[in-house]
T-cell receptor
Framework: SAVISQKPSRDICQRGTSLTIQCQVDSQVTMMFWYRQQPGQSLTLIATANQGSEATYESGFVIDKFPISRPNLTFSTLTVSNMSPEDSSIYLC??????????FGPGTRLTVL | DAKTTQPTSMDCAEGRAANLPCNHSTISGNEYVYWYRQIHSQGPQYIIHGLKNNETNEMASLIITEDRKSSTLILPHATLRDTAVYYCIVRVRSLRGAQKLVFGQGTRLTINP
Protein backbone atom coordinates (compact mmCIF):
# COMPACT_ATOMS: atom_id res chain seq x y z
CA SER A 1 0.00 0.00 0.00
CA ALA A 2 0.96 3.66 -0.10
CA VAL A 3 0.58 6.49 2.37
CA ILE A 4 -0.27 9.75 0.68
CA SER A 5 -0.48 13.10 2.37
CA GLN A 6 -1.75 16.39 1.01
CA LYS A 7 -1.22 19.95 2.16
CA PRO A 8 -3.19 21.97 2.92
CA SER A 9 -6.14 19.83 3.97
CA ARG A 10 -8.44 22.76 3.35
CA ASP A 11 -8.25 26.44 2.50
CA ILE A 12 -10.45 29.43 1.86
CA CYS A 13 -9.12 31.76 -0.81
CA GLN A 14 -10.07 34.99 -2.49
CA ARG A 15 -10.90 35.06 -6.18
CA GLY A 16 -8.01 36.01 -8.42
CA THR A 17 -5.39 34.42 -6.17
CA SER A 18 -3.57 31.12 -6.63
CA LEU A 19 -3.14 28.12 -4.35
CA THR A 20 -0.50 25.40 -4.56
CA ILE A 21 -1.45 21.97 -3.26
CA GLN A 22 1.25 19.52 -2.28
CA CYS A 23 1.11 15.74 -2.54
CA GLN A 24 3.69 13.54 -0.80
CA VAL A 25 3.94 9.76 -1.18
CA ASP A 26 5.88 7.44 1.10
CA SER A 27 7.34 5.46 -1.79
CA GLN A 28 8.69 6.16 -5.25
CA VAL A 29 6.08 6.08 -7.99
CA THR A 30 6.23 6.72 -11.69
CA MET A 31 2.81 8.21 -12.26
CA MET A 32 0.84 10.58 -10.08
CA PHE A 33 -2.67 11.75 -10.87
CA TRP A 34 -4.60 14.85 -9.93
CA TYR A 35 -8.39 14.77 -9.70
CA ARG A 36 -11.03 17.36 -8.98
CA GLN A 37 -14.32 16.67 -7.24
CA GLN A 38 -16.81 19.50 -7.45
CA PRO A 39 -19.54 19.72 -4.80
CA GLY A 40 -21.94 16.81 -5.10
CA GLN A 41 -20.16 15.45 -8.14
CA SER A 42 -17.91 12.56 -9.02
CA LEU A 43 -14.15 12.73 -9.55
CA THR A 44 -12.73 14.15 -12.76
CA LEU A 45 -9.14 13.61 -13.80
CA ILE A 46 -7.23 16.85 -14.32
CA ALA A 47 -3.85 15.55 -15.39
CA THR A 48 -1.29 12.80 -15.15
CA ALA A 49 2.16 13.74 -13.86
CA ASN A 50 5.19 11.71 -14.82
CA GLN A 51 8.50 12.53 -13.17
CA GLY A 52 10.88 14.26 -15.55
CA SER A 53 8.35 15.25 -18.18
CA GLU A 54 5.48 17.65 -18.61
CA ALA A 55 2.12 16.66 -17.25
CA THR A 56 -0.56 15.33 -19.59
CA TYR A 57 -3.82 17.23 -19.25
CA GLU A 58 -7.32 15.93 -19.86
CA SER A 59 -9.77 17.67 -22.12
CA GLY A 60 -11.04 20.85 -20.52
CA PHE A 61 -7.97 21.41 -18.34
CA VAL A 62 -4.99 23.55 -19.35
CA ILE A 63 -1.53 24.06 -17.98
CA ASP A 64 -1.95 27.81 -17.51
CA LYS A 65 -4.83 27.23 -15.11
CA PHE A 66 -3.51 24.10 -13.38
CA PRO A 67 0.28 24.04 -13.57
CA ILE A 68 1.79 20.88 -12.14
CA SER A 69 5.28 20.14 -10.91
CA ARG A 70 6.82 16.72 -10.42
CA PRO A 71 10.36 17.30 -9.17
CA ASN A 72 10.99 13.75 -7.93
CA LEU A 73 9.39 10.32 -7.59
CA THR A 74 7.64 11.01 -4.27
CA PHE A 75 6.28 14.53 -4.65
CA SER A 76 4.04 16.64 -6.83
CA THR A 77 2.26 19.98 -6.67
CA LEU A 78 -0.87 21.26 -8.35
CA THR A 79 -1.49 24.99 -8.55
CA VAL A 80 -4.96 26.38 -9.05
CA SER A 81 -4.34 29.75 -10.70
CA ASN A 82 -6.43 32.90 -10.86
CA MET A 83 -9.16 31.24 -8.86
CA SER A 84 -12.87 31.84 -9.19
CA PRO A 85 -15.75 30.44 -7.11
CA GLU A 86 -16.20 27.73 -9.76
CA ASP A 87 -12.85 26.31 -8.66
CA SER A 88 -14.29 25.44 -5.26
CA SER A 89 -13.77 21.69 -5.11
CA ILE A 90 -11.90 18.89 -3.43
CA TYR A 91 -8.60 18.24 -5.16
CA LEU A 92 -7.14 14.76 -4.79
CA CYS A 93 -3.88 13.21 -5.83
CA UNK A 94 -3.42 9.52 -6.40
CA UNK A 95 -0.70 7.07 -7.34
CA UNK A 96 -0.73 3.87 -9.34
CA UNK A 97 1.48 1.72 -7.17
CA UNK A 98 0.82 -1.90 -7.96
CA UNK A 99 -0.86 -1.61 -11.36
CA UNK A 100 -3.90 -3.16 -9.72
CA UNK A 101 -5.17 -0.33 -7.59
CA UNK A 102 -4.77 3.37 -7.18
CA UNK A 103 -4.23 4.91 -3.77
CA PHE A 104 -5.75 8.29 -3.09
CA GLY A 105 -4.72 11.07 -0.81
CA PRO A 106 -7.18 12.56 1.69
CA GLY A 107 -7.89 15.53 -0.56
CA THR A 108 -7.66 19.29 -0.26
CA ARG A 109 -10.96 21.09 0.21
CA LEU A 110 -10.80 24.47 -1.51
CA THR A 111 -13.36 27.21 -1.13
CA VAL A 112 -13.04 30.32 -3.28
CA LEU A 113 -14.94 33.41 -2.22
CA ASP B 1 -13.47 4.64 -23.06
CA ALA B 2 -16.09 2.20 -21.84
CA LYS B 3 -18.85 3.84 -19.81
CA THR B 4 -20.59 2.44 -16.76
CA THR B 5 -24.16 2.80 -15.54
CA GLN B 6 -25.11 2.43 -11.89
CA PRO B 7 -28.25 3.13 -9.88
CA THR B 8 -28.09 6.51 -8.21
CA SER B 9 -28.84 5.21 -4.74
CA MET B 10 -29.60 2.04 -2.81
CA ASP B 11 -30.55 1.12 0.73
CA CYS B 12 -29.65 -2.03 2.63
CA ALA B 13 -30.31 -3.26 6.14
CA GLU B 14 -27.37 -3.75 8.44
CA GLY B 15 -26.20 -7.37 8.48
CA ARG B 16 -27.69 -8.14 5.11
CA ALA B 17 -25.83 -8.59 1.83
CA ALA B 18 -25.62 -5.46 -0.28
CA ASN B 19 -25.67 -6.15 -4.02
CA LEU B 20 -24.59 -3.24 -6.20
CA PRO B 21 -25.12 -3.63 -9.96
CA CYS B 22 -23.14 -2.03 -12.76
CA ASN B 23 -23.65 -2.07 -16.52
CA HIS B 24 -20.64 -1.73 -18.82
CA SER B 25 -21.96 -2.97 -22.15
CA THR B 26 -19.20 -1.36 -24.23
CA ILE B 27 -16.31 -2.90 -22.29
CA SER B 28 -13.50 -4.20 -24.46
CA GLY B 29 -11.70 -7.49 -24.06
CA ASN B 30 -8.66 -6.22 -22.20
CA GLU B 31 -10.44 -3.82 -19.84
CA TYR B 32 -10.87 -4.66 -16.19
CA VAL B 33 -13.78 -3.79 -13.93
CA TYR B 34 -12.75 -1.96 -10.77
CA TRP B 35 -14.76 -0.99 -7.74
CA TYR B 36 -13.91 1.88 -5.43
CA ARG B 37 -15.84 3.50 -2.65
CA GLN B 38 -15.73 6.95 -1.16
CA ILE B 39 -16.80 7.47 2.40
CA HIS B 40 -17.88 11.01 3.09
CA SER B 41 -15.05 13.56 2.91
CA GLN B 42 -12.36 10.93 2.30
CA GLY B 43 -10.37 9.89 -0.78
CA PRO B 44 -11.68 6.90 -2.74
CA GLN B 45 -10.70 3.45 -1.47
CA TYR B 46 -9.98 0.47 -3.69
CA ILE B 47 -12.27 -2.51 -3.10
CA ILE B 48 -11.78 -5.15 -5.77
CA HIS B 49 -11.22 -5.68 -9.47
CA GLY B 50 -11.70 -8.43 -12.06
CA LEU B 51 -11.43 -9.28 -15.75
CA LYS B 52 -13.80 -12.16 -16.41
CA ASN B 53 -13.74 -14.49 -13.44
CA ASN B 54 -15.55 -13.91 -10.17
CA GLU B 55 -13.31 -12.50 -7.48
CA THR B 56 -13.45 -12.39 -3.70
CA ASN B 57 -11.34 -10.67 -1.09
CA GLU B 58 -11.73 -9.70 2.54
CA MET B 59 -13.95 -6.77 1.66
CA ALA B 60 -16.28 -7.99 -1.07
CA SER B 61 -17.08 -10.31 -3.95
CA LEU B 62 -17.27 -9.34 -7.60
CA ILE B 63 -19.52 -11.24 -9.97
CA ILE B 64 -18.97 -10.55 -13.69
CA THR B 65 -21.44 -11.90 -16.24
CA GLU B 66 -20.16 -14.24 -18.91
CA ASP B 67 -20.57 -11.61 -21.64
CA ARG B 68 -18.81 -9.11 -19.34
CA LYS B 69 -21.46 -6.49 -20.00
CA SER B 70 -22.42 -6.17 -16.36
CA SER B 71 -21.17 -6.96 -12.90
CA THR B 72 -22.33 -6.98 -9.28
CA LEU B 73 -20.39 -6.01 -6.20
CA ILE B 74 -21.48 -7.92 -3.13
CA LEU B 75 -20.82 -6.80 0.43
CA PRO B 76 -21.78 -9.99 2.26
CA HIS B 77 -22.64 -8.57 5.68
CA ALA B 78 -23.10 -4.84 5.40
CA THR B 79 -22.33 -2.64 8.39
CA LEU B 80 -23.04 1.01 9.03
CA ARG B 81 -19.43 1.77 8.10
CA ASP B 82 -20.15 0.57 4.57
CA THR B 83 -22.33 3.62 3.94
CA ALA B 84 -20.54 5.34 1.03
CA VAL B 85 -20.64 6.13 -2.66
CA TYR B 86 -19.57 3.10 -4.67
CA TYR B 87 -17.97 3.57 -8.06
CA CYS B 88 -17.81 0.96 -10.77
CA ILE B 89 -14.98 1.81 -13.15
CA VAL B 90 -13.68 0.28 -16.33
CA ARG B 91 -9.97 0.80 -16.37
CA VAL B 92 -8.56 2.52 -19.42
CA ARG B 93 -5.13 3.37 -20.69
CA SER B 94 -4.14 6.85 -21.75
CA LEU B 95 -1.99 7.40 -24.84
CA ARG B 96 1.13 7.30 -22.68
CA GLY B 97 0.13 4.03 -20.99
CA ALA B 98 -0.85 5.55 -17.65
CA GLN B 99 -3.61 3.79 -15.79
CA LYS B 100 -6.10 6.55 -15.32
CA LEU B 101 -9.52 5.99 -13.77
CA VAL B 102 -12.71 7.42 -15.25
CA PHE B 103 -15.32 7.86 -12.52
CA GLY B 104 -19.06 7.82 -13.17
CA GLN B 105 -21.62 9.14 -10.73
CA GLY B 106 -21.59 6.01 -8.59
CA THR B 107 -24.21 4.50 -6.30
CA ARG B 108 -24.88 6.10 -2.93
CA LEU B 109 -25.33 3.10 -0.62
CA THR B 110 -26.98 3.71 2.72
CA ILE B 111 -26.87 0.99 5.34
CA ASN B 112 -29.75 1.27 7.75
CA PRO B 113 -29.69 -0.03 11.33
Amino acid sequence: SAVISQKPSRDICQRGTSLTIQCQVDSQVTMMFWYRQQPGQSLTLIATANQGSEATYESGFVIDKFPISRPNLTFSTLTVSNMSPEDSSIYLCSVDLTDNEQFFGPGTRLTVL
Amino acid sequence: DAKTTQPTSMDCAEGRAANLPCNHSTISGNEYVYWYRQIHSQGPQYIIHGLKNNETNEMASLIITEDRKSSTLILPHATLRDTAVYYCIVRVRSLRGAQKLVFGQGTRLTINP
